[in-house]
Each structure stands twice: as structure tokens, then as C-alpha cells.
């Protein structure tokens, strides 16, 4: 680097490297706690074409705590695609259609989730998502270099001096350094940080495809459908049609061979002649307004972290689109990295608490991976005129969305024996530690809201009406950690709209439960002890990792 370059050196607590969903969300849920955030555009871990992505109801839920649901309902291509839902297979558009993606694991994205989230399923195109996260970004004041690359870094440790970190502008060449506490790539360096850190990727790919994007009036051969996906086969194209505007706007990914089938085969008139054997008409006018090649691929990292480097979103794992599990995973992974970088860099717990990223994310992440290569492969089935039952390895959808369980060091043990369930999805969302809180419908001054409402700035105890043994543990402990745990009696500070709150949390009106600021109950109490105080302590103590020594109380 040039003397110039070395001679500007900014500082900040975490450098984010990317600027896709995954990206953006580490760095909003740092900004929404304070954190001071430095947030690179990069270059995406794989090229990827225009794409709808389907944000399941858990990826809503905490684009709701960030305070973007609406804005991204409210995007051009979710408004218009608020009512699509199914996947069909066809001759073609204008042709025969031969049946539909109908199976035990599938939820359509319209069905009513309503006893389970207080959000729904959402499809947005990628850039519009990413468009409402930055305009939030920019009112957090987030810094950003959206042509700013990673090249390199050095660890030095954790703390102020955990990385120095070399960035060059694409555009300008301009050079710089920025110390940061921690570094999350969400994707955008190319591999950097894995190779630096010699985190292997396992990952093989499925098939590789071109997209096309078109515009073309299919109103008429339509015929009133609103699909997410129609997968066309006929003599002259087999693929998959997506609407990007339920009229003329749209996409059409088929598979090919790069060694017999190069993309620049793939002519304006070639790509005319596939969009009208996929519409089944044979003059349709098209224009084409691009394409792209792309690889289908399922893998995962060896480890998400190392020292104060650390993988979200496409850096950790890649999967097929097949199942929508994409952008919320990787928005997951941010909002579990997240609360712990506010946590250790505040002082109110111990820096080993990171080491609970990895426990948690990678087993989870690693079976998402699975059930969307799964869901895959199950495509094929609609092919076939008798087709096979579905892969028994297939998770129903609301399991893999809602009902993951962790094991780590910062979720307390389970102790009631073999759960039901599939592996790291429990059959039910009860309440147990490591899994995410269930939702409730409550009322507060009037307002009704979810009990996902209460988490994500502090450690929440939530407990029944008689609960003054909870509070006076809760105010001494907050004193102690330096960190407010909030106590919401649920029948008195506020109301239990279905009246389910211990049915759903497996514990008596004199219980408690500790939840985490992601969301996910770290740990349950049935009744209430004699020493709450004691007890809480020890608890709250062994999560957050303060066992082992005092954390180190940041100035920021």
C-alpha cells in the first residue's frame, strides 16, 4: 500500500464486509444498540441474477424489531406479489397444466400462521429488500463505502485491537486501514477472511443455470394464475417460469451444460425462442432484457468464527433457493451474532460468550442447507405422472422457520429427557430452552402486541402476575451486571389476549423464563425458588458467560 493510504487509519467497534441482507441486518442490529458500525460493500460470494426472495415468518419477525416490515411490504414487487402462492407444473403457460407442488412439508405462503408469528411470509425482490435496509441504515447513521473492498487483515488480538483491516475503493484505488474490535463477513470478500483464517468450505454444486430476464405480455396466457414458481416442459424448454410482476415482467432459469452450452450461447434469439416455447406461444413478442449464469450450490463452513473474525449469511453457507430459506437464515445468523457483540462490547458479558455463534448457527445452519438441497431434489417429482412419496427426511416448513433448538454454552441444558421432533427442529415450540420464545398475543396500554415485542435491547424475565420475588432479583442483579433485565408479569403489567402463557411456556403462574435479546429462552423455571435471587444470578451468570471472570466494561 502507499504511504498515503497507510496514513489514514480510522477505528470503529465491527466492520461489516457486504452489503447484501445478511450484511445490512448485522449492521442495523449493532446500530439499533449503539454499536458503531463500518459497513463495506464488497463483491457478493457468488454472482447471482435478479431474484425474488422468500422471507419466511421468522426473517419478518426481525425485520419487524428493526422497524422494517412495513417498508418492505410496502416495496413495489411485495405489494405486487402479496397474493402468489403455489408452485405448478406445466406444458407450458399457454399448454396443459400437470399438477402442483401439494405435499405434507409445504405451507403456502398464504396460509394463516397467525397462532404461531405475529408476521407473515413475504416475497421481495432482492434489491428492493436491500433498498429498504439501507434507507434504515442511513437513519442510523451507519457508516458505509458501498465500493469499498476487504483486502486484507491482520489479527491482533480482541478488544480495540482485535483487527486492522486494509480496504481499497473499486472505483478510485484509494487505499485505507480501519482498526475495528471485530470483523463479519457477510460475504463479499471473496473467501478472504476463511482463507486468512484457514476456515475450510464444504460445498458441492447441483446444477448449474442461466437466467433470463424478459419482458413480455403473459396477461392472456395467465389466465388469471399468481404463482411463485411454474415449472415449464415441453420439447422445446424445460425450466422454471417466476413472475416478477404478475404481467409482463419475469424470469426464466433453465439448466445447462458450460461445457456444451456456453452463456454466450445464449443469444437474444436463442433466449426469444425458450421464453416462447415456456409461454407456449409462438409469436409472443419478448424483449430481453438480460442474462445471467449462475451455479446452484450446498455448503457450509467449517467454523463461523475465529478470534475476532467472524462468517454470516453467504460466507457461512450457500443453498438452493428451493424452500425460501436463504436471506432469512443469513438474517438469523446476524441477529444471533449481534446481541452478543453489543453484550461483550458493553461489559455486561464475558468475550467467551462468542464462542456460542458458532455452537448454535453451524448445527442449524448445516440442516437448513439439507432441507433446501432436499427440497430440491423434491422438485423433480412434479415431473412424473405417479410420483413417489416425499423424501421422509423433509421438515415441514414451520419447523425449520420457528422451532430450532440450540445447544451451548449460553442456553441452560435440557433436562426433560428426548424431545419429539426431527433432530435439531422440535414437534413443538414449548417454551424450552434454547428455543425461540412462542409467541403470544398480549395487550399493553391498550395496544395489542406480540410477545416478540418485548425482546431484542436487554435480557427479558417474563413471568406471572405474583411476581415480586422476580423483581427484586431482576433490580439487584441489573445492578450488579450493569445491564437492565426487564421483568413483564404477563396478567399484570400486561394482558394474555389467549390466556396461554404457561400452557405455551411449560411453566405454573409462579414461574419464570429468561429470554435472551435474539429471542430465544435461555432458560425456565416452573415455580418460583425460595432464593429467586441466588438462582437468577447463578443462571444469568452461567449464560452470559460471567462464570468464569468479570467482563471488561467498554467506554463507546
Known amino acids: 500500500m502507499s504511504g498515503t493510504a497507510r496514513s489514514t487509519l480510522r ?178 470478500t471473496g473467501g478472504i477472511v476463511r482463507e486468512a483464517a484457514d476456515i475450510g468450505f464444504d460445498s458441492h454444486t447441483l446444477g448449474h443455470f442461466i437466467t433470463v430476464r424478459f419482458d413480455a405480455d403473459l396477461t392472456g396466457v395467465l389466465r388469471g394464475r399468481r404463482f411463485i414458481m411454474g415449472y415449464v416442459e415441453n420439447p422445446g424448454v424445460s425450466g422454471s417460469l417466476m413472475p416478477l410482476d404478475n404481467g409482463s415482467d419475469w424470469l426464466l432459469h433453465v439448466r445447462h451444460d458450460p461445457g456444451l452450452q456456453p452463456v454466450e450461447s445464449f443469444t437474444e434469439e436463442h433466449c426469444t425462442e425458450l421464453v416462447r416455447a415456456a409461454s407456449g406461444v409462438a409469436d409472443l413478442s419478448v424483449r430481453v432484457e438480460s442474462v445471467h449464469a449462475w451455479d446452484s450450490v450446498a455448503g457450509i ?61 453451524r448445527p442449524v445452519c448445516a440442516a437448513t442447507v439439507e432441507q433446501a438441497e432436499l427440497r430440491a431434489g423434491d422438485r423433480a417429482r412434479l415431473r412424473s405422472t405417479q410420483p413417489e412419496p416425499p423424501d421422509p427426511e423433509l421438515v415441514q416448513d414451520p419447523l425449520v422457520w420457528l422451532s430450532s433448538r440450540y445447544r451451548s454454552t449460553a442456553v441452560m441444558p435440557w433436562d426433560e429427557g428426548v424431545l419429539p421432533g426431527y433432530g435439531l427442529w422440535a414437534a413443538e415450540n414449548d417454551g424450552r430452552p434454547g428455543s425461540r420464545a412462542p409467541h403470544l398475543r398480549l395487550r399493553r396500554g391498550g395496544a395489542e402486541i406480540s410477545v416478540h415485542d418485548l425482546f431484542g435491547r436487554s435480557m427479558v424475565l417474563l413471568t406471572g402476575p405474583d411476581n415480586r420475588a422476580w423483581k427484586d432479583a431482576a433490580r439487584s442483579l441489573s445492578a450488579e451486571l450493569g445491564t437492565e433485565i426487564e421483568v413483564y408479569g404477563i396478567g399484570a403489567d400486561l394482558e394474555d389476549l389467549d390466556d396461554r402463557w404457561p400452557e405455551r411456556y411449560g411453566v405454573t403462574a409462579q414461574g419464570a423464563v429468561l429470554v435472551r435479546p435474539d429471542g430465544v429462552v435461555a432458560w425456565r423455571c416452573t415455580e418460583t425458588p425460595i432464593f429467586a435471587r441466588t438462582v437468577l444470578r447463578g443462571i444469568s451468570k452461567r449464560v452470559l458467560r460471567l462464570d468464569r471472570r468479570p467482563a471488561q466494561r467498554r467506554t463507546r
Open 11 to 188: 477505528k470503529t467497534d465491527v466492520l461489516v464486509a457486504g452489503s447484501g441482507p445478511a450484511g445490512l441486518a448485522t449492521a442495523l442490529f449493532l446500530a439499533e444498540q449503539g454499536v458503531d458500525c463500518y459497513l463495506l460493500g464488497g463483491r457478493p460470494e457468488r454472482p447471482r441474477p435478479p431474484r425474488i426472495l422468500g422471507l419466511h415468518p421468522r426473517a419478518m419477525e426481525l425485520l419487524r424489531s428493526l422497524g422494517v416490515e412495513q417498508d418492505v411490504r410496502d416495496s413495489p414487487s411485495a405489494r405486487t406479489l402479496a397474493r402468489n402462492s403455489g408452485v405448478l407444473m406445466m406444458e407450458s403457460l399457454a399448454g396443459l397444466e400437470l399438477g402442483a407442488l401439494d405435499a405434507k412439508y409445504v405451507v403456502d405462503t398464504g396460509a394463516d400462521l397467525s397462532d404461531l408469528s405475529p408476521t407473515s411470509w413475504c416475497l421481495c425482490e432482492e434489491g428492493e429488500l436491500e433498498q429498504a435496509l439501507l434507507a434504515r441504515a442511513e437513519r442510523l447513521g451507519v457508516r458505509m463505502r458501498a465500493q469499498g473492498e476487504l483486502v486484507s487483515f491482520e489479527r491482533e488480538g480482541w478488544g480495540d485491537e482485535g483487527v486492522l483491516a486494509h480496504i481499497r475503493d473499486r472505483d478510485t484505488g484509494d487505499e485505507h486501514r480501519v482498526r475495528t474490535c471485530f470483523l463479519v463477513d457477510a460475504g463479499s
Open 301 to 361: 463452513a467449517e467454523r463461523f468464527s475465529e478470534g475476532p473474525a467472524y462468517l454470516v449469511g453467504d460466507a457461512a453457507h450457500v443453498m438452493p433457493p428451493s424452500g425460501g430459506f436463504d436471506a432469512g437464515t443469513g438474517i438469523i445468523d446476524a441477529h444471533n451474532l449481534a446481541w452478543k457483540m453489543v453484550a461483550v462490547l458493553d461489559g455486561w458479558a464475558h468475550p467467551d460468550l462468542l464462542d456460542s455463534y458458532d455452537e448454535e448457527r
